[in-house]
């Protein structure tokens, strides 16, 4: 059964697409049956250009990616969620719709790459950097037994992941 991975940001434009795109790239080259899904509070409508570049250059298939609200993944027909991440601080502390299913919750924060300072190199490199760490930890999340551990374990074992 295929374990479902929701990613929120507050504008599901960077982060959570980055942390979207490499959960599943990673799930495919290990062969994993791990889907991830991103969306926003507040989504933005687009997804930052920036994102897109480092995903591609790092071979994801980027042709999917929208700007959505997590409104989509409370709905009856959506497909139920295993575990919900939150990858930035605002997003972490807004209060969250109901998830059916009641998953496991957990967030891992990363400083946001669009406020970088300085032009589009260090633009480019900040979302670079995010991306790899996003991926390390994204990788150490498929190396699990997710599918033979209890909610509770996967819980403690994700907060241990984020450092918390």
């Not at 959960?23 to 409508?45: C, K, M």
């Not at 591609?56 to 969620?81: I, L």
């Not at 400083?111 to 900040?126: F, L």
Request: aromatic fraction near 8%; proline fraction near 6%.
């Amino acid at each position: 059964m295929t374990t479902n991975v929701l990613i929120l940001c507050t504008h599901n434009s960077a982060r959570s697409v980055l942390s979207e795109g490499m959960l599943n790239h990673l799930a495919r080259q290990f062969g994993r049956d791990v889907r991830a899904y991103s969306a926003g509070s507040s989504p933005s409508g687009r997804i930052n250009p920036f994102a897109i570049e480092v995903l591609a250059n790092a071979g994801v298939e980027v042709g999917d990616f929208r700007s959505k609200s997590w409104d989509e993944f409370v709905n009856p027909d959506a497909p139920q969620m295993r575990v919900v991440i939150t990858v930035c601080d605002s997003a972490a502390e807004e209060e969250c719709p109901y998830w059916p299913g009641s998953p496991v919750k957990v967030h891992w924060g990363y400083p946001d790459p669009s406020n970088a300072e300085g032009g589009d190199e260090k633009k480019r490199q900040a979302f670079e950097l995010t991306r790899q760490a996003i991926a390390y930890r994204m990788l150490q999340l498929l190396l699990l037994p997710i599918e033979d551990m209890s909610n509770a374990e996967l819980q403690g074992t994700l907060q241990r992941l984020a450092g918390n």
